[in-house]
């Protein structure tokens, strides 16, 4: 009697679909060059990516890596910031004050919290935590600052209110 290999057939379809998503996104970037190139033939393409073609027709690497390093910065922080107040939306609980600083590689966080409050100064640094174990290894992180009411400190004026 044969038996029907499932695995065999599953594997299959995973195939098909990986190809189907491959063949989806070339077809995608390839609009997107078919597009940029046009906009580059009638001088309508962005400042920004005008010089960014230009660099990578003159073979310019400093220029075209420092393009990429300031564009997955812009990536991996923003996505840091969204990641750290969806973490701390998650709870029923809020800092007092709560300020973002952001640089090329890093956040720093400025909060206030109550004085002994040490289940909000726990949230602060498990969150804290949490964001630079899934960044780290991207080269980012979060350095916090946790004060008191008491400590009647400023937010630093580098710093953007969040709270």
Known sequence: MNQIDTNAIS???IDQSKK????????????????????????????DKAELYQAFFEKDHNK?????RNDSSHFFIESIVYDYLKELK???KKPLKLALGISESKILVWSEIEDNDDEMEDLLLITEAK???????????????????????AVPPH????L
Do not use: R
Not at 64 to 68: D, E, I, N
Not at 134 to 140: D, I, L, T
């Open 64 to 68: 075209v890596f420092a393009s990429m």
């Open 159 to 162: 710093y953007q209110n969040v």
């Open 20 to 47: 189907e998503s491959m063949d989806k996104w070339f077809v995608q970037m390839i609009d997107h060059l078919k597009t940029d190139h046009f906009m580059l033939e009638t001088n309508t393409a962005p400042k």
């Open 131 to 153: 964001i630079n174990g899934k960044y780290h290894s991207k080269g980012f992180y979060i350095n916090s600052t946790i004060v008191e009411k008491s400590d009647i400190l």
């Open 90 to 92: 998650s709870v029923n």
């Open 11 to 13: 594997d299959q379809v």
